[in-house]
């Protein structure tokens, strides 16, 4: 993975699925042990909760990207 795969999801809990299941696609394609795909699934399971509970207003309108980029290191995941 040489570029960055962006999700744009609407800031509603029940996309939450589809969040980990990019997560552990993205993660797996990288090649993380299982042990730690399941972490990065958890961290992206509440960081995307928080987001959509706490940084927006209930009419449903509104939408939010997950942003994963391989870094030398890892992974890094952004939510905008």
């Known amino acids: 993975m ?3 795969v962006t ?6 809990l029940g996309y939450l699925p589809v ?6 696609a993205v993660a797996g394609k990288i090649g ?4 730690s795909i ?16 706490h940084a927006f207003a209930e009419d449903g ?5 997950l942003v994963f ?6 992974l890094r995941i952004r939510i905008r």
Do not use: M, W, Y
Request: proline fraction near 7%.
């Open 2 to 4: 040489s570029k960055a």
């Open 7 to 12: 999700l744009t999801l609407p800031a509603d």
């Open 19 to 24: 969040a980990q299941h990019c997560a552990r």
């Open 32 to 35: 993380f042990d299982p042990d």
């Open 38 to 53: 399941g972490r990065i699934e958890l961290g992206v399971e509440e960081a995307v909760s928080n987001v959509v509970k």
């Open 61 to 65: 309108n509104q939408t939010f990207d």
């Open 69 to 74: 980029e391989r870094i030398p290191l890892g």
